[in-house]
């Protein structure tokens, strides 16, 4: 019986560490919503190019967030040079450049990077680490989740006036009119992802 003590354990340490990872577990959320969006609205490769500046926010996060003192080395910053240039140079001519899409990618960008440096600090504040924090996030993005689809669920079954108008949307949407997208993105915004 002594693996199923090892599983009521677990169960129960996890539930005592849920109110700790409580912020990064809406991180966790936000990001693969923001990213389920992302890669409906302008594709896979656009998605992931723009997820690829992280590590910068990341680093800004810390910044701002711990100050200077607990950046990285200088070379570890100048690496990071590329990496935005990079993002900026696949993005710019991009032919499923949307700004919603792009937006959300961006969005998913900047919730993965505040997940990165939130779950840091709670595992080094709390010890938890490893297995045990993903399993106490993953559990609290589940019930973000799950709440959210009831919620969802019990509008459109209760024909929620604000919902009609999208409905209407959905229902006149039509797979062969192709979606219009923008040669280009704006100048200001390329320049901002650089």
Same mark, same amino acid.
């Given at each position: 019986h002594r693996p199923l003590f090892a599983v009521m354990d677990r169960i129960k340490q996890t539930i005592a560490s849920l109110p700790?990872?409580? &912020?990064?577990?809406?991180f966790l959320?936000?990001?693969?919503?923001a990213n389920s969006i +992302? #890669?409906?609205? !302008?594709?896979?490769?656009?998605?992931?190019?723009?997820?690829?500046?992280i590590p910068l926010i990341t680093v800004l996060l810390t910044? &701002?967030?711990?100050?200077?003192?607990?950046?990285?080395?200088?070379?570890?910053?100048? +690496? #990071?040079?590329? !990496?935005?240039?990079?993002i900026g140079a696949a993005s710019w001519n991009h032919p499923t450049f949307e700004p919603v899409g792009f937006?959300?990618?961006?969005?998913?960008?900047?919730?993965?990077?505040?997940?990165?440096?939130?779950?840091?600090r709670v595992m080094v504040k709390s010890g938890i680490t490893g297995a045990d924090a993903q399993r106490?996030?993953?559990?609290?993005?589940?019930?973000?989740?799950?709440v959210m689809s009831i919620v969802n669920h019990i509008r459109h079954v209760s024909k929620d006036p604000a919902l009609e108008g999208e409905k209407a949307k959905m229902v006149d949407m039509s797979m062969d009119q192709p979606k219009k997208m923008a040669k280009n993105p704006p100048a200001w915004l390329a320049w901002m992802a650089v």
């Open positions: 700790l990872f409580a &912020l990064p577990a809406t959320f936000v990001a693969n919503y +992302s #890669l409906d609205r !302008i594709g896979i490769s656009l998605t992931y190019t723009s997820k690829c500046g910044l &701002l967030l711990d100050g200077v003192n607990a950046l990285p080395s200088a070379l570890t910053l100048l +690496s #990071l040079i590329p !990496i935005a240039m990079g937006a959300a990618a961006m969005l998913s960008c900047v919730a993965q990077a505040a997940l990165n440096v939130s779950s840091k106490a996030m993953v559990t609290v993005a589940l019930g973000i989740t799950t």
